[in-house]
């Protein structure tokens, strides 16, 4: 069944045109994290990502660039005050200086000459520099020299003024330029963690239940009793969906129920008619061909009991541990037997959780069909990980690939056709693969490198 859907998903996506999008989308599903957690994360945590990304480019960045320039255009007003003071009372330089200190916060100092300083390289990110120059430059429009990383919070300004003096004035940086976004950054930061906190947490609530969901539909899948009884919760629509789940798991489970009852009912029945015949057939005397007669009612028997064996197959089993080892060695013996000459690997632990006297049935099915038309055949087991491989190859006359789906159809024989003995019923194949799906695996058939046939069982354990 899920082969089939994957088969159909391939063809499905072989036939899509081909379109721009396609490889894009492509390149999503590929990268983009699988879980249903991850991806709800990433859609909360993306857009909260860019927002503030946006938000501190555009917006904080345009603010604390207004900020600083009227910063630098008030210090640059002060410092235009003091060269005018310093031009027009050439007396009083003393008093002026004392009263920039005071009243203006600047560190004035006038110095001898006319030659200043090389200029510093500016900072890439030193927007105080830029703004300070653009001001001086508009309101004072003389020589100047700014160094804005004259101390840690400091700024120093020279600027040539008239009489062949250099006036120095160093001012704090704060005065220049709005204090930087430190502060704002870390509080941004600090609260998304927190929200980022919280809807991983509420996340992960909504996820439980869908997780729940997916392991009790798997452990129904596999046909075994699930760990915890399985109850709908969660949002509306997850709990929508647990809800079809339980309903179809039940409406099932009837199905199957009734089939049971059903087939175990009619080959009843039919046996206990059969057992009036064969009496009467004993006593009957005079009536020829009384030997075809019995060995017709003997196939009916054994035709019955596949059929329920077949029925019986459905119902319940418990898990439990199989000793692979030693069923290959029964099988071994049970071939030799026959006549028939049969090998077995195993790869892996022997030890393997399944359903025993189902798996017993599984693997004795195709063993048995196996040396039927072969005379010689290799079993191979491998449990890697989560899965057991089994494959059973012969050196029969194998089954044409047209008929590989028809053969576990029930009662579809093709021995009929080729004279062979007529003592199956044509259930053995559709028993073992019932038996392998309800484990939640699967029973393909392919050509064997031996000639014949080769079964492969793979079931997850
Ligand atoms: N290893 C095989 N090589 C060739 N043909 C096979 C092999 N296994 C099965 N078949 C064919 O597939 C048909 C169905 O097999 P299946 O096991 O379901 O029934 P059966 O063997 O005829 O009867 P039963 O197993 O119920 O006694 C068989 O009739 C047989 O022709
Ligand atoms: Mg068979």
Known sequence: MSADADHAAVAIDEQR??????????????????????????IIVL???????????????????????????????????VIDLLDTMPGQQAEIIRI?????????????????????????????DRMLSRQINTQISRPFWIDSSAGPKEVEVRIAIDGGRILSVITRRDRTAASNSQIFLIWMFGTSLVLLIISILFLHGQIRPILALARAAESFGKGQKPAEPFHPRGAVEVRKAGLAFMQMRERIERQIEQRTAMLSGVSHDLRTILTRF????????????????NRDVDDMNAMLDGYLDFARGETEEAEGLLDLAALLRQLEETAELHGKSLTSTIDGPTQVRVRPNSFTRLLTNLAANAWRHGSNVKIEARSSGRFLTVSVDDDGPGIPVDMREDVFKPFFRLDEARNLDASGTGLGLAIARDIARSHGGDVTLAESAMGGLRAMVRVPV
């Open 47 to 81: 857009p909260m990502l860019i927002l503030q990304t946006v938000l501190v480019f555009v917006f904080m960045e345009r603010h604390w660039q207004m900020v600083t320039s009227r910063l630098s255009a008030a210090v640059t007003r002060d410092i235009a005050s």
């Open 17 to 42: 045109p081909s379109n721009p999008f396609t490889g894009i989308g492509r390149f999503f599903r590929r990268n983009l994290p699988r879980g249903l957690f991850a991806r709800s994360l990433l």
């Open 278 to 293: 064969r009496l009467q057939l004993a006593i009957a005397e005079d009536v020829k061909d009384l030997e075809s007669l």
């Open 100 to 128: 920039a200190e005071e009243r203006m916060g600047l560190t004035v100092k006038v110095l001898p000459g006319n030659r200043l300083p090389p200029r510093k390289p500016v900072p890439f990110f030193s927007i105080v």
